[in-house]
């Protein structure tokens, strides 16, 4: 057994099987003596099961026919014989990242894995694996006393604000922890009397820690997001960008 301290790294790996045997029984042990890390360990574990089962059909549709690496090359023989080699190499590469994610590959396109853009990534995530959950769709409820404002403030790192919608219609349902590859991050839940689900996700910011709000449209999900004083806001719906952005200049004020 080692003496390290047992931090979020530990944590997320302990998700992921990413830790040795050792490490790993060293985090156990220590989740069985800490009801909070416990707590958010639980979390962490059904989030990634639910995202898992939303991309899941995603990730396994076939590669497109343009992306096979035999027709790849047979598009490039009128070509000189030089260019032939790394547009193979470059095939490659593509099918690979297929392999371990289909969607990556749409539109030739990677999506963004910083700042505010990757946040509003993120909370669309979030709301794909939750909003549509009529059974458990927070695991934190808001009638729990202090507890979802202590998960809150133990999930961003400091005193939480949790905005309050009721003017704009939607009551707050509650929330989770939800990972991401940026840390982890606040997942509260609004709904109104039509069935109309909102979510917002808060996190620290690495890149972005002060930037002005920007809408993002994701199929059906719009969005907007925006970072003040290193923390990253993302609010998500599937409703009208306009209406939206409204509720969002008014969590604004509130935090």
């Given at each position: 057994?080692?003496?390290?301290?047992?931090?979020?790294?530990?944590?997320?790996?302990?998700?992921?099987?990413?830790?040795?045997?050792?490490?790993?029984q060293e985090?156990?042990?220590?989740?069985?003596?800490?009801?909070?890390?416990?707590?958010?360990?639980?979390?962490?574990?059904?989030?990634?099961?639910?995202?898992?089962?939303?991309?899941?059909?995603?990730?396994?549709?076939?590669?497109?026919?343009?992306?096979?690496?035999?027709?790849?090359?047979?598009?490039?023989?009128p070509a000189?014989?030089?260019?032939?080699?790394?547009?193979?190499?470059?095939?490659?590469?593509?099918?690979?990242?297929?392999?371990?994610?289909?969607?990556?590959?749409?539109?030739?396109?990677?999506?963004?894995?910083?700042?505010?853009?990757?946040?509003?990534?993120?909370?669309?995530?979030?709301?794909?694996?939750?909003?549509?959950?009529?059974?458990?769709?927070?695991?934190?409820?808001?009638?729990?006393?202090?507890?979802?404002?202590?998960?809150?403030?133990?999930?961003?790192g400091g005193?939480?604000?949790?905005?309050?919608?009721?003017?704009?219609?939607?009551?707050?349902?509650?929330?989770?922890?939800?990972?991401?590859?940026?840390?982890?991050?606040?997942?509260?839940?609004?709904?109104?009397?039509?069935?109309?689900?909102?979510?917002?996700?808060?996190?620290?910011?690495?890149?972005?820690?002060?930037?002005?709000?920007?809408?993002?449209?994701?199929?059906?999900?719009?969005?907007?997001?925006?970072?003040?004083?290193?923390?990253?806001?993302?609010?998500?719906?599937?409703?009208?960008?306009?209406?939206?952005?409204?509720?969002?200049?008014?969590?604004?004020?509130?935090?």
């Amino acid at each position: 057994m080692t003496n390290r301290p047992i931090n979020e790294d530990d944590l997320q790996a302990f998700v992921d099987g990413a830790l040795d045997a050792e490490r790993h029984q060293e985090v156990a042990a220590f989740l069985g003596t800490n009801k909070d890390a416990a707590k958010r360990v639980s979390a962490y574990q059904q989030g990634s099961t639910a995202l898992r089962s939303a991309l899941g059909p995603i990730a396994a549709e076939p590669i497109p026919s343009r992306l096979n690496l035999a027709n790849i090359i047979e598009k490039q023989r009128p070509a000189k014989r030089s260019r032939v080699a790394p547009m193979a190499a470059a095939a490659v590469i593509l099918l690979a990242i297929g392999a371990s994610g289909g969607w990556l590959l749409k539109g030739y396109s990677m999506p963004p894995t910083e700042g505010v853009a990757a946040l509003a990534q993120e909370a669309s995530a979030s709301y794909s694996a939750f909003a549509a959950d009529r059974l458990r769709p927070v695991e934190v409820r808001a009638d729990g006393g202090d507890d979802l404002k202590n998960l809150a403030s133990a999930t961003i790192g400091g005193p939480a604000i949790i905005p309050d919608l009721s003017k704009a219609g939607y009551r707050l349902m509650g929330g989770r922890v939800v990972p991401t590859p940026h840390g982890s991050g606040l997942m509260l839940m609004y709904d109104d009397d039509r069935g109309n689900r909102l979510v917002m996700l808060t996190r620290r910011m690495q890149v972005d820690q002060d930037k002005p709000m920007v809408a993002s449209d994701q199929h059906d999900i719009r969005g907007w997001s925006w970072a003040s004083n290193g923390l990253g806001y993302s609010l998500v719906g599937a409703i009208g960008s306009k209406y939206l952005h409204t509720i969002a200049d008014e969590i604004r004020s509130q935090i």
